[in-house]
């Protein structure tokens, strides 16, 4: 098979075409035979920074890419709930020691796909797995629920539009910060109150839209620094959920209104083989609410093919991209 593999970390130039070994199926796993796969940050940062971001990084020569959808191709010995011919996606390889999907067929552990949605085309959903799991995970954790006034910081990107969906979903009233009117169209699109966080100061919104009481619950897809501005904006014994805590933070804030921190990183269960058919069941979930024309996620326009994954990580890394860079297989 044809597949893309790094023999080095680097620049977007480091990919290679290589005709490797078909995968051959074992227990509990499936193949399947890619249709497209889309490129999230983590993927740049692993062919970026290699060895500095282990356990991460494969082992070289290696191939990327952590989300797909395509064809179960064959099926290993233990495997219910899929057959040859179905459509599933999943987050299921392209780091550490998981073969990824920067190729014509990839080994996937089967608890950590589930059937495609029927409603949306394979490049659609390739683009859900890792941001649609994170953002799900993420409101879980939070408490988003039905009345509730919620935050989700940068509701316009990857994870934060998806989230915005789903709280939605889940019957919240919503409110979402971006940097822009681009954003902020994409946002009031997708059925929240967009704010725009460089005009509108932090007093200034949980004034205007909480009566100064803060946000039930608060989904910070932006994180780092700007976990302040989620404590600041939570009001008391509040849930906030964020998936970026590489940051040194004055947790008084915190402390003061007994808030409560979540952590996503939903790259655990295929780092860890720890609980991975929790991935199944969220995937599972998402594909019924896609189905049900309540989450549609936000594919950019411009297509690549597998041996232009440089040129889709340089589109990514550009800021330019409206909505997930897929790459058709």
């Known amino acids: 098979m044809k597949a893309m593999v790094i023999n080095e970390f680097g620049d977007s130039d480091v990919f290679t075409a290589t005709e490797l070994a078909k995968p051959q199926a074992t227990a509990d796993h499936v193949v399947i035979k890619v249709k497209a796969t889309s ?24 191939v990327l890419g952590m989300d797909f959808a395509g064809v179960v ?7 219910t709930g899929f057959a040859i011919g179905d459509e599933v996606y999943g987050c299921a ?8 999907a920067l190729a014509e067929y990839m080994l996937a552990d089967a608890k950590l796909i589930a059937h495609k949605p029927k409603s949306l085309s394979m490049r659609e959903a390739a683009a ?21 006034k919620v935050l989700i910081h940068g509701g316009a990107g990857g994870v934060g539009n998806i989230a915005v969906q789903l709280a939605n979903y889940f019957g919240s009233d919503v409110y979402a910060t971006g940097g822009d009117d681009t954003q902020s169209a994409v946002i009031e699109k997708l059925g929240a109150t967009a704010i725009n966080f460089k005009t509108e100061s932090v007093t200034d919104y949980i004034s205007k839209y909480t009566d100064g009481a803060g946000f039930d619950a608060i989904f910070d897809s932006v994180g780092g620094p700007n976990l302040l501005n989620s404590f600041e904006a939570a009001a008391l014994n509040a ?8 940051v040194e933070l004055d947790l008084t804030a915190a402390h003061f209104k007994g ?35 309540k989450l549609k996620p936000i594919v ?29 297989v």
């Open 39 to 62: 490129v999230n940050t983590v993927d740049t940062m692993i062919r970026q920074m290699g060895e500095d971001l282990a356990p991460l990084s494969p082992a070289l020569p290696g």
């Open 73 to 79: 191709e064959s099926v290993g010995e233990g495997v």
């Open 93 to 100: 390889g392209g780091l550490a020691d998981l073969p990824g």
């Open 128 to 148: 859900i797995p890792l941001v649609g799991i994170t953002a799900y995970e993420g409101l879980t954790r939070a408490g988003f629920g039905e009345g509730q």
């Open 239 to 246: 849930n906030v959920a964020t998936t970026v805590s590489l």
């Open 259 to 293: 808030l409560s921190l979540h952590v996503v990183f939903m790259l655990i269960p295929m780092l860890h083989n720890h609980k991975r058919e929790q991935h199944g069941e969220i995937l599972a979930k998402l594909a019924e609410i896609a189905d049900a024309g």
């Open 300 to 328: 950019d326009e411009t297509e690549f093919f597998l041996e232009e994954v440089g040129k889709a990580h340089d589109r990514l890394a550009s800021g330019q991209a409206i909505g997930k860079v897929v790459i058709s």
